[in-house]
Every structure is written in C-alpha cells, then in structure tokens.
C-alpha cells in the first residue's frame, strides 16, 4: 500500500507542477471568465476519458501505475478547489453572472472532455 501513496504523492506533485505552468501560458480572462482552470480541466478530464478506456482494455496497467496517472498526476492537474476558488472570486467582485456561466461551462466541460476521451478512445480501439 505505501507503493500506491508513494504512486499518489508524486503523480499529484508533478500534475500539479504542471498545471501551475500552463497557468502561464493561458491567457487569464477571456469574455469576463477565468479561462486556465477551465481550460486544464478540459484537458485532464479528457486525458483520463484516454487513460480510463485505455487501462480498462488495452493496457493492462497495474493498480499502481493507475493510482500515480488517475489519481496522482491527473489529481494534481485538474483541481476543483481551484476552480472554486476563481468562482469566489468572481462572487465576491459582484460578478454573479459571470460565476454561474463559469461554473455551468467548467463542469460541462470537463464532463464533455471525460466522454469525448473515452469513447473516442473506445471507438480509435476498436478500429486497431
């Protein structure tokens, strides 16, 4: 068990690492919304659509390296708590419309990209 926390620990800080460096690269509002967090948890949920399907039927991948990709470093790399942190922030700068698209965008989009990842992970493995 202390492989999985070991597996855990060091994904999630790298996923986390990594999150914070795109941060950079994201222009930070776009149309009144905190754009990066949406943006990364698009592109993380998407990416464990990829890897869910992948490990369920392709990889065969083991309990560990599932924990340190799942859980660890895509845990890291999409946080809620940041997003509901950019959410309070527009809350507290009176910005209420703007919190409730960001919110209703964010989690659509991240459930999107988690469905678009793996069915078309699904649909790309059925053809090979």
């Known amino acids: 068990m202390l492989l999985h926390y ?5 994904g999630g800080a790298a996923g986390a ?3 914070v460096f795109l941060i950079g690269f994201i222009p930070v509002i776009f149309i009144g919304l905190p754009l990066p967090i949406m943006v990364i948890n698009f592109i993380g949920c998407f990416v464990m659509g990829i890897l869910t399907e992948l490990m369920a039927f392709v990889w065969k991948a083991s309990e560990v ?3 340190f990709w799942l859980s660890g470093f895509l845990g890291g790399f999409t ?5 509901a942190l950019d959410f309070g922030g527009l809350i507290e700068g ?3 419309r703007a919190a409730l698209i960001y919110a209703g965008t964010t989690v659509v989009l991240s ?4 469905m678009m990842g793996m069915k078309g992970t699904a ?3 059925q053809v090979l």
């Open 65 to 67: 390296v599932r924990y």
């Open 123 to 125: 649909a790309i493995v």
């Open 79 to 83: 946080t809620f708590s940041a997003f």
């Open 6 to 10: 070991l597996a855990v620990g060091i």
């Open 111 to 114: 459930l999107a990209g988690f």
């Open 94 to 96: 009176g910005q209420l």
């Open 17 to 19: 690492i990594l999150r």
